[in-house]
Each structure stands twice: as C-alpha cells, then as structure tokens.
Antibody
Framework: QVQLVESGGGVVQPGRSLRLSCAAS????????MHWVRQAPGLGLEWVAV????????YYGDSVKGRFTISRDNSENTLYLQMNSLRAEDTAVYYC??????????WGQGTLVTVSS | QSALTQPRSVSGSPGQSVTISCSGT?????????VSWYQQHPGKAPKLIIY???KRPSGVPDRFSGSKSGDTASLTISGLQAEDEANYYC?????????FGGGTKLTVL
C-alpha cells in the first residue's frame, strides 16, 4: 500500500534552516509529481511546492519562493524540502502528498516545524 | 495566489443535506476542471473525497457529490452522519500553483 512518511521537523530559531524528508513506498515514486502542503496551528491548508516526476520542473507558493527548495531522489524514493531563512509564520505541520492528475490522493501523517527563539 | 473562498462553518442534522461552496476566479476554479475536496478530522491528515469536480475515489460513499458552475465549486453531503463532522477544504489547480480554500467546519447537530 502507498505510504508516505515525513521526518525532519522540530524546533528551530528564526533565520535558521531545516530540511524535511518524505520517504515513499508502495508505488512507483519516479512516476508521480510530489507536493508539500502545510497547515499552521488551527488554520487551513496551504500549498507550498510541487516537483514533477522527473525533477525537471518545480513551482512554489509566493510565501516560500526564494527561501524553500523542493527536490527528490528517485533512486532513494525520497522527497525533500530545504527550508532556509525560516520565519515564525512558517510554523506548521508539513505534509508530503502524491499527485495523481491534479488531485492529492495520498498524504503522509505530517511533521511539525516550530520556528521560535 | 489568493485562497479560494469557503464559508467558515455549516451545520445540519443527521439525515439532512448540506452544501459547501468554494468560490474562485477564472484563473483557478473557473479555468480548470481540477477541483478536488478533502475531508480532515482533527489531528489527522486530509483525505481526498472528490476530484475532477465530480468524481469520487473508491471507498468514498455516494453521499458525497461535487459540482461546479462558473468560478464556484460546491460539495454536497446528503444523509448527514455523525462521522461527517470534520473540516472540508476545496482545492484547485491554478496553472502550476495550486490553491486551497480556507476550509469549512461542518457540525452535525
């Protein structure tokens, strides 16, 4: 069965960096676009970034553009999110999710990132 | 990339029907048929319940249905059950960014 397991979250000071990982299993990882979606405490879902199945194209939400970088290693079935210059407003649960033709059909359990001094 | 507009809350009694709207623009909801809906219970990951405006993934009850007219999509839940109480989010492709709605809390009275 499809499994997505995020890791790498934690408490980090403003201005510092953090890298999230998402280990995928149960499907052909290299055939799917992958996304990061986040959810601040008590708030709604916010789309963060997408990377195409082959890694050639990447797109970002306005709030993270220039600070976050999405990448993938298809040989390791792993998705990454490098987060630099972190701000308090980046505090959220970060989900990785698989895209199948315009829909997010599988989600991980999420990893919490807290940006605080 | 403005969020899609959803009502903050809706409510209904068991057995009744409720409809949640999702308003966008012709750059997102109105421009593509890639509108999807997600159900999220507290502390859980979102779950896909409607995709491509009207389609249901296998395992989702046919009490859940979707539609779209112009720049507004809608999710209708008929025959409300207690377990339907959750937060619901719409989402639309918007030409490489994707955009979510702000979410609607459904209360089953």
């Amino acid at each position: 069965q499809v499994q997505l397991v995020e890791s790498g979250g934690g408490v980090v000071q403003p201005g510092r960096s953090l890298r999230l990982s998402c280990a995928a299993s149960g499907f052909s990882f290299s055939s799917y676009g992958m996304h990061w979606v986040r959810q601040a405490p008590g708030l709604g879902l916010e789309w963060v970034a997408v990377i195409w199945y082959d890694g050639r194209n990447k797109y970002y939400g306005d709030s993270v553009k220039g600070r976050f970088t999405i990448s993938r290693d298809n040989s390791e079935n792993t998705l990454y999110l490098q987060m630099n210059s972190l701000r308090a407003e980046d505090t959220a649960v970060y989900y990785c999710t698989r895209e199948t033709t315009g829909r997010f059909d599988h989600w991980g359990q999420g990893t919490l990132v807290t940006v605080s001094s | 990339q403005s969020a899609l507009t959803q009502p903050r809350s809706v409510s209904g009694s068991p057995g009744q029907s409720v409809t949640i709207s999702c308003s966008g623009t012709n750059s997102d909801v109105g421009g593509y048929d890639s509108v999807s809906w997600y159900q999220q219970h507290p502390g859980k990951a979102p779950k896909l319940i409607i995709y491509d405006v009207t389609k249901r993934p296998s395992g989702v009850p046919d009490r859940f249905s979707g539609s779209k007219s112009g720049d507004t999509a809608s999710l209708t839940i008929s025959g409300l059950q207690a377990e339907d109480e959750a937060n619901y989010y719409c989402c639309s492709y918007a030409g490489s960014p994707w955009v979510f709605g702000g979410g609607t809390k459904l209360t089953v009275l």
